[in-house]
Structures are given as C-alpha cells and as structure tokens.
C-alpha cells in the first residue's frame, strides 16, 4: 500500500507522449489526491500556475521547449509559491553525464525510462522526504 500522506497531494505531469502521460495519470490518481497533466512546456506552466502542485514530473526531451526550459520557466514564477516546487526530470537518455546534467540543472531528482510504479513511487518520496 502506498504512504497515506501521498493522498494530500498534487502531482503536475508534462509528458508528450500520450500513452506514457496517460498511464502516469492513471496510476498517480490511484495513490495522490490530484494530478494535472500537460502535453508540453507551455501547458505544464499554465497548469503548474493554476494548480499550485506540490511536485511536478517533467519529461526532459519534448519537441519545441524541453524539461530544463519548464525548470528555468517555473524557477521564474517570482513571488508566486509555485516556483519553490520540486520538479522531477523523465528521461530515455540516462548516462552519468546525462544525470550530472539535470542534476546540476536544478532538478532535484531523476527518474530514467522506462520505469517501474515502485521506482516512480521511490523517486517521489526521496524528492518530498528531502
């Protein structure tokens, strides 16, 4: 079962594959209170503006505007409180070079694709518990 805390809150997912954004959804509403979901960068923001969401989940590779543009744009939001949120990078591309990257980008964590519930699950509780 998952940690009953979990339920309190709201997950921002920006995916542009439909399948991967649909099962995150699904599987996320079944252990947080809400989730918001996006198709792109320009989505996400407006989403993570009107939503307020405690984490956000960001694919890093999206055509046009990519994950670390939706961390500068977030970092950005000024006096709004959405700008503190934790954001999480997905990525297909998963060298140690790559995770430097995000890492050092700002992100505070990094989950490589494809993952496993379990795995996503550990990746947002080591982000919220930190």
Same mark, same amino acid.
């Given at each position: 079962?998952?940690?009953?805390? *979990? ?6 997912? %920006? +995916?542009?594959?439909?399948d ?6 699904l599987?996320?509403?079944?252990? %947080?209170?809400?989730?918001? %979901? ?5 989505e996400?923001l +407006? +989403?993570i503006k009107?939503s ?5 989940l960001?694919d890093i590779?999206?055509?046009? =505007?990519?994950?670390f +543009? ?20 997905? !990525?297909?591309? /998963?060298?140690? =070079?790559d995770r ?6 700002? /992100?505070q964590?990094? *989950?490589p694709?494809? /993952? !496993? ?6 990746a947002?509780?080591? %982000?919220?518990?930190?």
């Amino acid at each position: 079962m998952w940690p009953a805390h *979990l339920s309190n809150l709201t997950i921002a997912v %920006v +995916e542009d594959h439909d399948d991967a954004r649909k099962y995150l959804a699904l599987f996320l509403s079944q252990v %947080v209170g809400k989730v918001v %979901v996006a198709r792109n960068v320009s989505e996400g923001l +407006e +989403e993570i503006k009107k939503s307020k969401p405690d984490l956000v989940l960001t694919d890093i590779r999206m055509p046009g =505007a990519d994950g670390f +543009e939706l961390l500068r744009e977030v970092r950005a939001l000024g006096s709004d409180s959405a700008r503190n949120v934790p954001v999480i990078a997905m !990525t297909a591309l /998963f060298t140690r =070079a790559d995770r430097v990257r995000i890492l050092d980008a700002g /992100f505070q964590g990094c *989950l490589p694709k494809p /993952f !496993t519930p379990d795995k996503l699950l550990e990746a947002i509780l080591k %982000v919220l518990n930190e």
